[in-house]
C-alpha cells in the first residue's frame, strides 16, 4: 500500500517562504509522477505543480509560476514544493499526490496525502 505524507506547511507573512516535503512509500519513488495540489475554503482544488518520474519536466499553474519550485530526490523517495514571495492568495490546504500513469492531472492521481495547511498572511 502507497502512503503518502507531507510536512513542512505553517505561517508566514505575505513575501516570506517555505519549503514543503512529502514522502511515498510502497512503490518505486521514481516509477510515480509526483505532484502538489491545494485547496481554498470555497474554493476548487487546483494543480499547483507536477514533476515526471525523472524531475526532467515539470509544470505550474498561471498563480504560481517564478514563485514556485518543485523539485525530487528519488534518492531520498521526497518530494519537495519551494515557495518564495508567498502572497495571501497562496492559502490553502496542500496536497501531495502520485499517479502512476498519469500526469498532471487530478484525474490521475492515485494516492493523497493529508494535507498541510499553508497560511499567509498580509
Known amino acids: 500500500q502507497v502512503q503518502v505524507a507531507e510536512s513542512g506547511g505553517g505561517s508566514v507573512q505575505a513575501g516570506g517562504s517555505l519549503r514543503l516535503s512529502c514522502t511515498a512509500s510502497?512503490?518505486?519513488?521514481?516509477?510515480?509522477?509526483m505532484g502538489w495540489f491545494r485547496q481554498a475554503p470555497g474554493k476548487e482544488r487546483e494543480l499547483v505543480s507536477c514533476?515526471?518520474?525523472?524531475?526532467?519536466?515539470?509544470q505550474y499553474g498561471d498563480s504560481v509560476k517564478d514563485r514556485f519550485t518543485i523539485s525530487r530526490d528519488n534518492a531520498k523517495n521526497t518530494l519537495y514544493l519551494q515557495m518564495n514571495s508567498l502572497k495571501p492568495e497562496d492559502t490553502a490546504m496542500y496536497y501531495c499526490?502520485?499517479?502512476?500513469?498519469?500526469?498532471?492531472?487530478?484525474?490521475?492521481?492515485?494516492?493523497w496525502g493529508q494535507g498541510t495547511q499553508v497560511t499567509v498572511s498580509s
Open positions: 499526490a502520485a499517479a502512476r500513469y498519469g500526469y498532471c492531472s487530478d484525474k490521475s492521481v492515485d494516492y
Open positions: 514533476i515526471s518520474r525523472s524531475g526532467t519536466n515539470t
Open positions: 510502497g512503490l518505486p519513488f521514481d516509477d510515480l509522477t
